[in-house]
Every structure is written in C-alpha cells, then in structure tokens.
Nanobody
C-alpha cells in the first residue's frame, strides 16, 4: 500500500506564507510525478502545481510567481511553498503522486487525505 501524508496546513492571514509537505511511503518502485490539488467548498478540485521526477514544474496561472513546488533528494517528499496568500487560495490541499509500486508495471495515481489551508484576517 502507498500512503501520502500532508502537513503544514493551517490558518494564515492574507499576504502570509505557508509551506506544505507531503511524504510518500510504502512499496514504491518509482515516482513519475508529484503535485498538489486543491478544492474549496462547493467548487471542483483543481490542479495547483506538479513536479516530475526530472524536476520539470507546472503551475496554474493563478499561483504563478507566488507558489513554488519542490521535492527532496529522494523524490519521496514534495513541498509547496505558498507566498502572498489570498483568501481565494483557501481550500483543502491534496498531495498527489503518480507512481509504480514494487512489482507493479503500471503507473497509478494516489492522493493524500488533504490538509486545510485557511486564509483569513
């Protein structure tokens, strides 16, 4: 089994910063990419940022210049540094990973349980 555990969410004032972390564990053979989704109440889940095993990154337009996605040396942990947070950034942020488990040939997508980010005065 694969487990993704997010941390770092919380309450922050507009203009503040948070750093989200996500650690992947389990029988992981290889990770193709990791990223972050978010979902606000009553809205569809949206992709925030991704980073491939090769280090290529992609961001949705609304977070470009404010958010930075990165990964650790083992590529089993992904981070999301969020600066200049706005109320519209408030959502549950979900870590995601596209990976292969040990002994498995196909790539599969996995998500964590999410971490709440609240942006309020």
């Amino acid at each position: 089994q694969v487990r993704l555990v997010e941390s770092g969410g919380g309450l922050v004032q507009p203009g503040g910063s948070l750093r989200l972390s996500c650690a992947a564990s389990g029988s992981i053979l290889s990770i193709n990419a990791m990223g972050w989704d978010r979902q606000a109440p009553g809205k569809q889940r949206e992709l925030v940022a991704t980073i491939t095993s090769g280090g290529s990154t992609n961001y949705r337009d609304s977070v470009k210049g404010r958010f930075t996605i990165s990964r650790d040396n083992t590529e089993n942990t992904v981070y999301l540094r969020m600066n200049s947070l706005k109320p519209e950034d408030a959502a549950v942020y979900y870590c995601n990973a596209r990976l292969k488990t040990s002994g498995e040939y196909v790539l599969r997508n996995y998500w964590g349980q999410g971490t709440q980010v609240t942006v309020s005065s």
